[in-house]
């Protein structure tokens, strides 16, 4: 009679740890990139305590923290801030210089030709070359900023959101001609749509671009802003706080980033592939 | 009846234009050759001493990359007035017509200098002979630099320099990747504090100890401000000079007026910096000639280096007319 008793539990135990262990899987299996993360940090810490790194060749996690803690949050909200708004200024230029123009070029032969290489040289030149001659131009101020910010951030919304266009089925281009819908109405129902998931992964693309052009500009010539940040600390050999304000501009790009999907996944689920849905 | 009130309309506004154009103030644009530091403080000493508003001028300070930056920009006409050093405006009009003139001297004495370990057997420049020093990519110091060390019966090719980011130069010393920099002597504080860190001090070799003479950093105007409004460049001169003044008086209040507008400086070493520049400033030529005075010898000498290093005839350009003495305050 004992033995039911003993063994029910211990049945009911064999049960249980498989349900544990197949639910730690479970919470490693979704935590393995922070895990991966804070592995890496670790290795990083003890790696620059266990050979004494001095902090202006490569500061610890630690010490990079104190470094940013030695910072105001006022001083950290005015940098972050310069960025973001240049970024952002330069990005929305590309956007409503960048989408339009991609409609005309898809549907204007003689625009793409002779546009088109314009824009093709535009984006051969290296604008880290170029910045410094268009700050003269333009002078003080958020101006250069923004139009290297643009420069380096519309080429490739532009030949995404081409690419997007030219790749509507030629089929149902000529139904709706055969129906007698206008230009207008062609681009904006079965052009653009077609092209929707082409603009987002160019959209995506260029956000994170949009923090990399201010930065650039930034060094060039700035006041304030991550990037000046970047030039002014290591102007002192203060590697820790260069090394914060680079994970700042890391988080901020990824938030952007996260950002520009997140406005796909709600104004157009529809063109998300089926494995994002 | 609707002429004459027409006309009353446009006279009263054109009166108040007028007027408004009488009241407003006379505004600066400033551009420093460097990030901020000590030794650009005196400008931010003298936003903070309130100097420029009780003369009823709006300044607008900038931070340039490095002198030829400042000489481009105020000859575009993207900036004012600023500082530089006088050789980067000299090799500037000596290739072209750039519409800028120096108006008044700080350093009179070179600031470039060799930083090394002490206890590493270099006490004199000949000490440098196979060795390997860093220097910014960008400096101007290295156009003299050979020419420095012919003068001192060195092959030009005798030390070995590495050319490399501004920031690089502090860490690749410090770990001993190089013997030593090639830096303004105003970087000392910064370098020291580093050092420090390291466990290691600094010596010193003064480019001016070893025969370079000439002005250094200088303010310029650019000649569009100096035809229109040259009250203003005085005026503004005149503050420069009284904010210099206090500066060397007391390099903690240059640090100090430095950290309340940009507030990521440390006070401490900016005055440190600051002290270390007024040796070039305070030095016994600005004590025989005045502060700020061009002396037209030492503009000469000042010119030849410059001719020497860019390899141009010594008639290519007549020093003197890259200079005007005549708003340097008593």
Known sequence: MKSPTISAPRSSDRRRWPDMGRALLKVLDRGAPLFASLLLLL???????????????????????????????????GHIWATLRVSLQG??????????LAVALANSRLLSRTLYPQLVIIQSTPIVAVAPIIVVVLGAGDAPRVAITF??????????????LLATPPAMLELSRSLGASRLREVKNIQLPFAVPYIFSALRISVTLAIIGAVVAEFVAAEDGLGFFIAFSTSFFKVPQAFAALGVLVTLSLVLFQLVSLTQRLLFPWSLPDAEK | MTFRALRSILLALGVSALSATAGAADKIRWLNDWLPAGDKA????????????????EVEINSGRGSSDVVTKLGTGAADMGTGGLSALLQA?????????????????????????????????????????????FSASNVTWPLVLEANGMEPDAVKVLKVDPGAMGPMFATGRVDGT????????????????AGKEIKVLPWSEYGFNGYGLSVFASDRLIQENPALVAKVLDIYKKAL??????PAK????????????????????????????????????????????????????VAKAQDLPEDSLDPETSVTREFIPE
């Open chain 1, 151 to 164: 420069l380096i951030t519309f080429f490739p919304i532009v030949v995404s959101t081409v690419t997007g």
């Open chain 2, 254 to 305: 240059a640090g100090a007026a430095l950290k309340a507008m940009v507030p990521d400086v440390d006070a401490d070493i900016a005055a440190e910096e600051f002290a270390a520049s007024a040796r070039l400033i305070d030095t016994d030529v600005a004590g025989q000639d005045g502060l700020g005075a061009f002396e037209p010898e030492l503009l000469a000498e000042t010119w030849r280096w």
């Open chain 2, 42 to 57: 005196v400008i931010y000493l003298a936003v903070q001493e309130g100097l420029f508003e009780d003369a009823g001028i």
């Open chain 1, 91 to 100: 990005y929305a230029l590309a956007v409503i210089i960048g989408i339009p």
């Open chain 2, 245 to 250: 003044r206090i500066a060397i008086d007391d």
């Open chain 1, 43 to 77: 290795i990083w810490e003890l790696g620059c305590r266990l050979f004494q790194v001095p902090s202006y060749l490569l500061p610890a996690p630690s010490a990079i923290v104190q470094g940013a803690l030695s910072v105001s949050l006022e001083s950290w909200l």
């Open chain 2, 93 to 137: 009009q000596a290739g072209a017509e750039v519409p800028v003139t120096a108006v008044m001297s700080i350093y009179t004495k070179q600031p470039d200098a060799v930083f090394v370990a002490k206890g590493a057997g270099i006490d004199r420049l000949q000490d440098l002979k196979g060795k390997t020093l860093a220097t910014a990519t």
């Open chain 2, 182 to 197: 090639i830096n303004w002597i105003t970087k000392l504080p910064a370098f020291e504090a580093l050092m420090n860190d």
